[in-house]
């Protein structure tokens, strides 16, 4: 309920310039997102200047522009997810700071600082197909105000490589683990570590890997422990659910 | 490694009671497991407090036995989940003071106290059904030291009884959300908050759930972001990420 | 809202015995439930004469009891489906006048009239095994207060048996059209009417039945128009779809 | 059986002009589409001023034309269904004032008026990438002769937006409800009224979407009573069925 | 249609006793069913001297002795499939001579000799596991009137086991080929031989044969010419195949 | 064993050209494919008129233009199935006289005259999209020496078309039932007619229907006896198995 | 062919006891099995020491002893997989000194001594339910005359206690790795060794481990090469490949 | 460890150039990846004379070009798998001696002589569609050193084109079956050696295929001993796993 609103129709209630009738008329219309309940939504982006973002596939750059030119009056950074170069240059026409992260498909405005957190989120993947995925992860993480240390290229099948990168793994706060096809990258690092791990499946693979059905059964039984589990190939999920982990 | 064995080691080489090669030689045979990297791992328990976890299913009360008996000598909690009433009688015979939560099927053997953290875990379930499994998170929550909040029955045909909660479901620090058949109750919770959700499916239901897969594949497909997915009727799963993130 | 409730709060304002900040503070913590919007579900059954629903599957017979206790109070009708003779039995126990429908396996309470709508729902089912849960739609039907006429055993491999019931078919307002294994019926009898029909496949079947999945996709592919399908065995679920669309 | 030509043939019989063998075999030519039973087919579309459909995909214009010059002759409405703009021109070329819905992927020719019904159907929809399937629901209700309320872009994950709209859902008699990714919407919004709801999963998604396969499950396995599913993508079936329970 | 029934009513008409509004309407009345083109379905199994079949699975044997005592008034062979001891004795005290087969799972009541045919139905199996399924085929055929012969346990990793019969493979009429796990048989008997092979996936296996679905797909995927496949131990609808095939 | 060669040996070795031991070597060395067993597979093309069959899909015009070459020169029919009109050009440019089928995608080199069979193949199918499938059908069988009749556009929601064609569908040998979506033509027409009915699911349709699946199961899971099922779209198939049906 | 009879054939012909068309006639009825290139499968059990195979389950007591009766005319060992106490006392009934694995569900009866390979084969298991998969492997191994070591309990979770075992692992000549759940110890294994694995996916887990399919897929698509995988719950397989493998 | 660099460290302390607790520090810095442990990896493909492997499906030329750049450094043979033309064209500006096996999809750099084994890897393959999957398998074999022998088209429907190759599929040491649609082929050869058979399911096919669904669960379930199944298409595993068995 928008505070002042309400304080009026009670004063007015008060003071007999509306009937009680009246009055109760007027609450029942109130729209549900006038509630405080619900307030939080609009204004928890300001507050932790998170991004206002855009899911760019299957848009065209026209409607990302109209989308763009609309959430730009909140004066908020905007993130669009899954965007092509043309997307990225549509985005540029309307506001020219718009920075593009090629490997993570993602163009940033930023309009305001967000305040840096200083816990990691580490960002593990398994083969170099899954880094579109794992930028994606680690370019949100980065833009909602982590500090982000990436460990690519560390599959299974040669684990030493992963084993050489242990003291970044052990020294974070939250690790994203990216893999396709087998996907037992995430069982081995949570393994490893004592901190939320969350595992993003990709459709990388051929075969049998399903689109990625493989990599996602292998993530959701795995035997360790503390392992969360995204849809397949979405690194910006991870990364939104790393940054609130990582928050404060 | 054993740092007490690799400085004595050195220090015979210094004072020349064992020659380069032989020392070379011991290094080599060092059994991976005694490197401090991986020692994390038998250790991380008893700094948190955090119990020995068995799980029953498919074990033998006798088999359940001899485990206990084990991890008894190293003074830690222990935990055992989808322990039936037989399971818990026979751990009980040989530790009196074994506790026995009926709905969430978890014997849990206390040695030691754990550190209650007051940031609060809620566990939202949707259906009666999903008692179960929304009380094995719980439970498992409890054990680990957080303090647990329940808001069972919530599911999203009848939204405003969750709406009745949101004073508890809003000063939650993570939220694990239990859901059979149509899953739906994650996406919900996780628009009206700002904290990490862990989804559980449960094989609740019939028909075309197939076991949990209804509910498994709702949960990924939010559209609300800041889930992680464990898997179905994973309860305990949720519990240890839910602790892994509400952690000092 | 409570209206009661609200011009109470209203009045105590307008002649000052509250504050106007007091007002303020009780209307924030008004619960959602208490809000007008979701009144309708706690009022519509009494409205419409609908019973309050058990689903007794995998519920005890005490956990039955318990809940028709609670529920009886309300003084409406009440319906436990998927229920068994014990089940009933245990109803009868605490309600002398509970009527069971064996081959439908719901139990009834029935504590007010319901009014009979006119309009009737016409229950088709194919093969013999179909049959409970065609009853379970047809019961459901009834006991909300439609006029049910059943046309059994009218499988599509022997059309003609389904055509001599073109009279029983044509007259009716809403169709349920019950099939396991290949599930054709329900296209079949949708080519003839000019109504809308609720398919609902069964599990009956096996080997490439998969547990009604052939049924259900079968039904969900139909290229008559004026199909809406519901869950494998979920006779109840179309029983009150049908209610819905027969009322008034 | 068409009235006028029994009626003469048995004349026939009556004024001896054909003998009784003759007419047996007169009769027994008849071929069953004559049959008043299966009439109902031809006319009510007539009767009801329902639209003559094209299903376009897969058709070339050609196909598609030589359909329209046929059913033209009948002077029906015809309604063509996932036309892209080349169908849409190849059959304004046959008739000029033919309508293009772009969104909703639909030409219309409108040969006659359809009487309007004042009972509304809301079509609810999740995302943006779900309207074209929403429109073509509401194009096909529309055409149908209801009255259609639009009430797009209110996931479950912004709960909120959509309990703003709660006026429109309320006064619905019959709603569509389409969402794809987890389809949760459905389960919400039939908790919400007392009206059937007609649910149509979308193959919007991707990852564990598996096609529209996730909202599929999703809304068979609603916990909420009165939902009917359709195929996915599936608007115009949706549309269909609830014209017919919109109707009189 | 009734010839004689129409026949009188022409007569009626002609002779003036029935006006043609009188005799529009009788004819406007007439049941589907009356028509010759659906009295096939009753008459083909004498003419053929064909069983009356009951699946027992899922019916009590009280719910097949009825049957039975029905079926018995129109003196037709009758054939119970998938019918325990118990079913059998159930038939045994409604009709003494009645024959069980026990491997096959059929009991028989033979009230009229059937025809046999002299062309030879081939029933070949592939493993030990797989003769239930086999047999109800083998079984189903000889009741039908054909001459069958058996060839089993000739799997295909021993496939001289398959050759040492090719004289008798070579001279069926059809072949009948039953087979689980990786259902292979039907693909190497289909190119040995020039006649229609009918596959029967089994659900004979563990793990990924998934129930019968490996084999299933294995048959419908052979690059043999001349398969047609029956659903997943489906042994009757495979003897009622071959029987309408070899008829003659 | 080719005989001559045979008995050639067996002479040399009786007038000792040759030592038992050089003619047990021979025999040893004697191909498989040498053995009578397999002979049937070469010759019985010719014996009954058979064409040579080449699956063109992949095949690039050059690949298939080298087998036609090949194939020719034993001078037998020649067809080309899944042939676009290049694949019929490239053919054409060896052959002249080749015809090509457009909606069956079939090109066919006559090289020889086939005796036709007066028993007649029925080729029913539902929709308009599933006529391709249903053309290769019945070119197959036209090509294989079968007389054929087409019975198209009848599917199971308008069904009177079905039965408007009875007579056709009654005197038929064989059926060979084509149909996507749904499926559940098969089960229609397998209920009406007393002859081995080949069941053809198409990959027509969207959603739910995935890529075939949904008739497939539906046909497999017919409740209908004497019904036969090929491969998804394997119109080919179909022809195959009806002409081995129907041949003699 | 069997040599001695194709002699003395020979022979007969040439000294003309025997007429060259009756030699040929006989050639003609020689059976394939007795051709020498199927004889291998007879004697090569002997050859290597095989044991002859039984596999239990679903078979009765009776059936098994019968079996073994059979079996043991031919003086080989005797291997009954998946049996239970049962089957094990029935074959101990016929010959007394068999031996029975209990956690491998295997009984051996040994009639002939099998040279023992020095090569090493190495079992390694995750977790303690894939114990009976793993042990089936093992004594598979066994009673084919490997040298079998066992690394049991090393899941990736706790990959330390993999790599304390690594000694074991580098010196195998061979690997088998049984595993559940998600599977991923066959990547990392694979990854470490230079030798064949052979990967065994047990039925271990619950939920989306959906009876091993998760971890049959994580194993098909290891990104370490050289893994070979068997069928879920197949230790048997593995064990007959990996002695295939170590052979000679 | 990296055996100088420890044995100077060790000396270092001996000779007091680093003290204790300054080797300790050093020690405990050292990566996982210099432990000999790992060093396997490193040095394994120049003792065996493997090639380096580059994945180049989804890879840009650029990307291919770059990793070539870096393996050539090390003078070790590559080879490129899933490479086209240009791939080939790319690796061949900066090697000039590139070798391109068209079918195979694979480029090859030779730096190094591999010394070839006498073994026999026999490649056996069902359909022409196949060989791009057996070709992978073969080239990979025989640039890892083996002896090929391909056995081409050789399907289970005419199975004795497989038999007139038995000579070869005798001599073999190991044989890679690869087969799509059935798949059957893997088990019919398996029955017929007593050597390890290495399965390589293909995507060829249609329908019910599934992408080569069909073919993995036919080799899975394979009733004949002795198979290893590798993920669909995945000729390159095969030939490695191959030349692992096939090694010394």
Redesign the interface.
């Known amino acids: ?1 928008d ?1 002042e609103y ?2 009026k129709l ?2 007015d ?2 003071n ?1 310039s509306i009937s ?2 009246g ?2 008329g007027d ?2 219309k109130l ?3 006038d ?4 307030k ?2 609009h204004h ?1 982006n300001i507050r ?1 200047g998170y991004p206002e ?1 855009i899911y760019s ?3 065209t750059v026209e ?1 990302v522009q109209e989308i763009v030119k609309k959430l730009i009056e909140r004066n908020n950074n905007i993130m669009a997810t899954r965007a092509d170069y043309k997307i990225y240059e549509g985005i540029k026409e309307i506001i020219n700071d718009t920075v593009y992260y090629e490997k993570a498909r993602i163009a940033v405005v930023k309009k305001r600082e967000v305040l840096k957190s200083k816990k990691i989120v580490a960002v593990v993947s ?4 899954d880094i579109p995925v794992a930028e994606e992860a680690a370019i949100t993480c980065d833009v909602m105000g982590n500090t982000v240390e990436r460990v690519y290229d560390v ?7 992963l ?2 990168k ?1 003291e970044t793994i ?1 020294k974070a706060n939250v690790l994203i683990v990216v893999a396709g ?4 990258l995430a ?2 690092v ?7 791990v ?1 595992a993003v ?1 990709t ?32 690194g ?2 991870a990364g ?2 790393a940054s ?2 990582n928050r404060e």
Chains 1, 2, 3, 4, 5, 6, 7, 8 share one sequence.
Do not use: W
């Open positions: 309920m505070m309400l304080r009670l004063q209630v008060k007999g009680v009738e009055a109760l609450l029942k729209p549900f997102e509630l405080g309940f619900a939080v939504d928890r932790n973002v596939e299957g848009k409607q398994a083969g170099t197909s599959g299974v099948a040669g684990i030493h490589r084993f050489a242990s052990m096809m087998e996907g037992a069982s081995v949570s393994g490893l570590v004592d901190k939320p969350i499946p459709s990388v693979g051929y075969g049998a890997s399903f689109g990625g059905l493989s990599a996602l059964l292998t993530m959701l039984n795995s035997c360790a422990t503390g392992i969360g589990v995204v849809n397949i190939d979405n910006f999920g939104c659910l609130m982990i």
